[in-house]
């Protein structure tokens, strides 16, 4: 399977610190997307990376990506309670299908 | 803007009986669409995906089918639900031919008991 594995599968932090998450996955890939879904609602896009970029910016969000590691990272900084969500990774296998993976759930404490 | 409706919000139905689940999108042509089922506390399984009308590709064989009778509708159906048909379903669309982000609805809930 080619589907993307999120680490770890659950975080919890302090409000103001950064919260790390990391993805895995198995196979050659055109892009990276990380996804935000609040609890039982549909998933928000955040950023998509290129394979030929290695990391991308917007806001507080920081994602890396490393394609000779097969991983992704996404780092968010000084967290605040509205962070608390699960995030996903999604890989594509072509420019149509998108796998995704098990998701790590962000809890923030205020 | 581009918009996407899925309906119903939520479903109860008991076992063996059918399914019609409906994703329409406004404001774009010709968009790649998608059915995705989310288990309780897990990540989305991509169940079908379709690049045209009448074009479907099926990921996981299963109890389930898709159509795409109209560019922008896309419809998840079944004969006789099973237990295990249960959960979050979700319709994403993503413009066609290029590479960008995928735009998912605010999905349904489906208990079958």
């Known amino acids: 399977s080619q589907q993307g594995e999120e680490d770890p599968q659950a975080l919890s932090i302090q409000e103001g610190e950064n919260a790390t998450m990391n993805c895995s996955y198995k196979?050659?890939?055109?892009?990276l997307q990380w996804y935000r879904q609040n609890s039982g609602r549909g998933l928000v896009h955040l950023i998509l990376?290129?394979?030929?970029?290695r990391e991308k910016h917007s806001g507080r969000l920081r994602v890396t990506l490393d394609t000779s590691k097969k991983s992704s990272s996404l780092l968010i900084t000084a967290s605040r309670a509205a962070d608390t969500a699960s995030y996903f990774c999604?890989?594509?296998?072509?420019?149509?299908?998108?796998?995704f993976g098990s998701g790590t759930k962000l809890n923030v404490k205020p | 803007s581009q918009t996407i409706h899925q309906w119903p919000a939520t479903l109860v139905q008991p076992v063996g009986s059918p399914l019609s689940l409906e994703c329409t999108v406004e404001?774009?042509?010709?968009?790649?669409l998608y059915w995705y089922r989310q288990a309780a506390g897990r990540g989305l399984q991509l169940l079908f995906y379709?690049?045209?009308?009448?074009?479907i590709s099926s990921e996981v064989p299963q109890n389930l089918s898709a159509s795409r009778p109209q560019d922008r509708q896309f419809i998840l159906s079944s004969k006789k639900l099973l237990l295990s048909d249960s959960g979050f379903y979700l319709c994403?669309?993503?413009?066609?031919?290029?590479?960008?982000?995928?735009?998912f609805g605010p999905g349904t809930r489906l208990t079958v008991l």
């Open positions: 404001g774009t042509s010709n968009p790649n």
């Open positions: 999604a890989t594509d296998q072509n420019f149509n299908k998108f796998y």
């Open positions: 990376i290129r394979s030929n970029e």
């Open positions: 379709s690049v045209g009308i009448g074009q």
């Open positions: 196979t050659s890939i055109n892009n």
């Open positions: 994403a669309w993503k413009p066609g031919l290029a590479l960008d982000e995928q735009f």
